[in-house]
């Protein structure tokens, strides 16, 4: 019985998928906490108004260190065009008495994913 519990300790699925299909994050924590550093400072000090330029940042450099099965990740977004968005989605949220902001997750989602391209798809 403990031997079984100890193969399952060894063997997580982030082992078992990064060998069986390449895929893998390869920032490191120091890297990872720059980089969040850099987004919070952003939106303190820009009062939230940088807030599309600081999140574009974190998103490149989230995307630029993850590997999909063996593809690694881009993101190609613009942090005008989504600074664009997000004054149409808060516009509509005023307008709507907050029931748009349902769905602005939604939205923020694919927005980002819409921005996302495998490194070799240029």
């Known amino acids: 019985m403990k031997k079984h519990i100890t ?4 063997q997580s699925t982030i082992e078992i998928n990064k060998k069986k299909y390449n895929s893998y994050f390869d920032e490191s924590v120091k890297a990872y906490m720059i980089v969040k550093l850099k987004f919070y400072m952003m939106c303190i000090f820009s009062l ?4 599309p330029w600081a999140l574009c940042m974190k998103y490149k450099a989230k995307y630029h260190h993850t590997v999909i099965c063996g593809k690694r990740l881009k993101f190609i977004g613009n942090p005008l065009d989504l600074a664009h968005h997000w004054f149409w989605w808060w516009l509509l ?4 008495i ?3 902001a349902l769905f602005l997750h939604v939205r923020m989602e694919k927005w980002t994913i819409a ?6 798809a240029e």
């Open 7 to 10: 193969n399952k300790i060894e």
């Open 48 to 51: 939230g108004l940088a807030y």
């Open 93 to 96: 949220c005023i307008i709507t």
């Open 98 to 100: 907050g029931i748009y």
């Open 115 to 120: 921005n996302v391209i495998f490194e070799e």
